[in-house]
């Protein structure tokens, strides 16, 4: 029996008041809405449930954020807490973040798992971790376990990296997002550009506008 994996964290501003979270904002994008539809159905032709499968996968991202987020802290993970087959895949998530790790010995892990809020935009989200370089730059580093690396991910990550940089008052100059593989032991590794970086703070933006224009249009009506 696995426990409860992935509750959604509530965010909260200076004020108290609940904010939305980076994921549930970049949610209103609907780049792969379509490509999700196909996926779906031929999930079912093949008699497995959509919703099963991704609850398994989001299971083993959180497994694996977990075993990366104790190899710093230096907790022990209760394996018997978890799904046997979920913990395997999960073990390759973490022995590919190992994998990582030994190649990018030149970084330091100075924050792992941190939650912030930007009072500036109003919005919350906890990054995976944030590596110092040789030269004292800052790295912001998003873990990603999926089975490829999407367009909206620039998006996340450029979200915790303005949201870091007000609460923390850091700058950051690079903004990689790691996929760590879970069906075998390796990573690529996405290095956003500048351009890419303006363009995902951008969209994730235009996001936060399509988030509160649908809170207006989906109002109850008597």
């Known amino acids: 029996m696995s426990e409860k994996l992935r509750a959604h964290t509530p ?39 959509c919703k099963e499968v991704m609850r398994e996968a989001a299971n083993i991202g959180t497994i694996g954020h977990k075993m990366i987020q104790n190899h710093f802290t230096g907790e022990r993970l209760d394996r018997t807490k978890y799904i046997p087959e979920e913990v395997e895949k999960a073990e390759n998530v973490y022995n590919s973040f190992l994998e ?40 912001l580093l998003d873990w990603k376990s999926s089975k490829g690396i999407y367009p909206v991910y620039g998006c996340q990550a450029m979200a915790y990296k303005k949201a870091i940089e007000e609460q923390e008052d850091l700058e950051i100059t690079h903004c990689w997002i790691v996929h760590l593989e879970k069906e075998r032991i390796g990573y690529d590794i996405w290095k956003m550009d500048p351009q890419e970086q303006e363009a995902g703070w951008e969209c994730f933006q235009a996001a936060q506008v399509l988030a509160e224009k649908h809170k207006i249009l989906n109002r109850k009506r008597a």
């Open 11 to 49: 965010y909260h501003n200076c004020d108290g008041k609940r904010v939305k979270n980076v994921t549930g904002i970049t949610g209103n994008i609907g780049w792969n809405t379509y490509p999700l539809m196909y996926w779906g159905n031929n999930l079912g032709l093949e008699g497995l449930d």
């Open 100 to 139: 990582w790790e030994k190649d990018h010995k030149h970084l330091t892990i100075t924050i792992c798992e941190l939650k912030t809020v930007s009072e500036t935009h109003q919005y919350g989200g906890t990054l995976d971790a944030v590596a110092e370089g040789p030269e004292n730059d800052l790295y």
